[in-house]
């Protein structure tokens, strides 16, 4: 059944991405599972990936404002207090799941960062993760610190220069990785990067595409 | 159900018996997934779309009585449609359900939603009963095809259809057929892009007439009862869906009996609240998606 939580904050986090907390209310969850969150009382829903650890006392949950998207429009506005719908946890994409020491590896795009930051703040000791994060600007990158504090992050900038990191796309960094036996490869973001990491782990990377997970973000042609 | 014995749905408008399918037997069940769609396309029969809740997800617990009715019943397959079947929440519990018992069906775009889960399909090529999908691929032609379903998709569904067809899963392709064309001619051109992807050169291609998106109101020719004998003999009315098969449709928390998959945009056509009843109501074709079961022999079916 769906539930009716409370807003607890709503901050922005870049000038397109605002952080939106809300009440738990119990609710359990893995690493990795999305929520679809509905505006108003209405049919519209999306499904968004909870960004918190399952110790949290709430639930924590990174959307980017998009010009015509009647959700994020709407969840944009909302005040402490106000209530929203939640449909229960849902998701296939759990890192981790699959695997108990194996290595890790992480490739995120934008807000696709928010399952990862879910995992490690869920099992902040275990390890070892790789973790390879595209993001345009360097205001974009969510969660720096954490993240460097929590895994191996390399950070990659499309289109800024000036900082130490990479500048380039995420599929730049795949031949610095070490392909371990065994390495489950999780995904997470725009459609054409997963395309084209998951192209490259299968064909030049000789990956199983079994230990290859993919969670794409829906964006539908208007 | 208080319409059955309304004038529209009795008589045509010019006061004419409407014609009508008495259902025989249920050999297939369809379950519709819900509207939600990780696609727009702007000529979708359902009208589907991202977030789209009219027709909400059906739930593993939905889905179990009326497949324990229609076990009962002697129901040789299941089918599934949407929206995009991948996008609910409980669509591999259900298969592996349903799998159990019959073989099944599933339409798809074959795009993110399935690829994301495709981890999770392949198990099911484990299950006592074969599982199918049919796949959109609109046009043999990449840029006519993603227009409708966005930049990329073509080819995300052929390579998805490559790999379902290489682990052994049953796989054809659904596509629109345009006036005037040259059905065997338009089937040809597909077969670079099926050996591209490992496919057979003789994949099984359905091809639909455009049945309009929900709450149409084209102008069609009505099918009288005198239609019905005078334009079809018994085999070709044995043949009509309606004859054979039911979908359930999950509206406001309730999931009712529909008497076919493209009818579900018109109330009239919830039938009753299972399989048995659903079976004892004469289906009336009235809808304009009737007229082209009725003049081309249209059907979702691959059981028939």
Not at chain 2, 17 to 38: A, K, M, V
Request: aromatic share 10%; charged share 25%.
């Amino acid at each position: 059944m769906d539930e009716l939580c409370s807003v607890v904050s709503l901050e922005w986090r870049t000038s397109k991405v605002f952080e939106l907390t809300v009440e738990r209310n119990g609710v359990e969850f893995t690493p990795g599972d999305s929520f679809a969150i509905f505006a108003g009382d209405g049919n519209e829903s999306r499904p968004y990936s909870v960004a918190s650890g399952t110790d949290e006392p709430t639930l924590r949950f990174l959307i980017q404002q998009l010009p015509d998207g009647i959700v994020s429009n709407y969840l944009s506005e909302l005040r402490p207090g106000d209530k929203i719908r939640l449909s229960e946890p849902f998701g296939w994409f759990h890192p981790g799941k699959n695997t108990s020491d194996e290595p890790l590896v992480f490739i995120a795009t934008g807000t696709g960062i928010a399952p990862f930051l879910s995992y490690l703040r869920a099992y902040p000791d275990k390890g070892p993760v790789v973790c390879l994060y595209g993001v345009r600007y360097f205001e974009d990158a969510l969660d720096l610190d954490f993240l460097k504090s929590s895994c191996d992050v390399r950070l990659v900038i499309s289109r800024e220069d000036g900082h130490i990191y990479h500048k380039g796309r995420v599929t730049d960094l795949l031949p610095s990785l070490d392909l371990l036996a065994g390495t489950h490869f999780y995904l997470c973001g725009l459609d054409a990067m997963i395309d084209d990491v998951s192209a490259w782990l299968e064909g030049t990377g000789g990956i199983d595409f079994s230990h290859i997970h993919r969670e794409v973000f829906f964006h539908a042609p208007s | 159900m208080l319409h059955l014995d309304r004038e529209d749905w009795v008589k045509t408008s010019d006061g004419d018996s409407r014609g009508y399918i008495q259902p025989q037997r249920l050999d297939e069940l369809w379950f519709h997934t819900g509207t939600n769609c990780n696609l727009r396309c702007p000529f979708c029969l359902e009208g589907s779309k991202p977030g789209d809740n009219r027709i909400s997800f059906l739930t593993l617990e939905d889905v179990r009585p009326f497949i324990t009715e229609a076990l009962e019943l002697g129901v040789k397959n299941f089918s599934f449609t949407g929206g995009e079947p991948f996008v609910n929440p409980d669509m591999v519990r259900i298969l592996d359900l349903a799998l159990t018992h019959r073989s099944c069906m599933v339409l798809s775009n074959a795009t993110e939603p399935l690829m994301n889960r495709i981890n999770e399909v392949l198990p099911l090529i484990n299950k006592p009963n074969d599982l199918s999908f049919r796949v959109s691929l609109d046009f043999p032609n990449p840029e006519k095809h993603d227009e409708g379903r966005g930049k990329g998709n073509f080819r995300r569904s052929l390579n998805t259809l490559g790999r379902l067809h290489s682990f052994g899963f049953h796989v054809s392709i659904a596509r629109l057929i345009a006036n005037g064309e040259d059905v065997e001619a338009v089937n040809r051109e597909y077969v670079p892009f099926f050996e591209s992807a490992g496919l057979p050169a003789d994949l099984r291609i359905v091809a639909f007439p455009d049945f309009f998106p929900p709450d149409s109101l084209p102008e069609i020719p009505q099918i009288t009862e005198n239609c019905m004998t005078s334009y079809l003999n018994a085999e070709q009315r044995d043949e009509m869906m309606c004859n054979f098969s039911k979908m359930i449709v999950k509206k406001n928390d309730r999931a009712g009996v529909y008497a076919c998959t493209l009818v579900d945009d018109d109330h009239d056509y919830d039938l009753a609240d299972t399989l048995k009843e659903s079976m004892e109501v004469r289906v009336m074709l009235k809808h304009h998606r009737c007229y082209s079961c009725f003049a081309y022999g249209a059907s979702c079916s691959e059981v028939s």
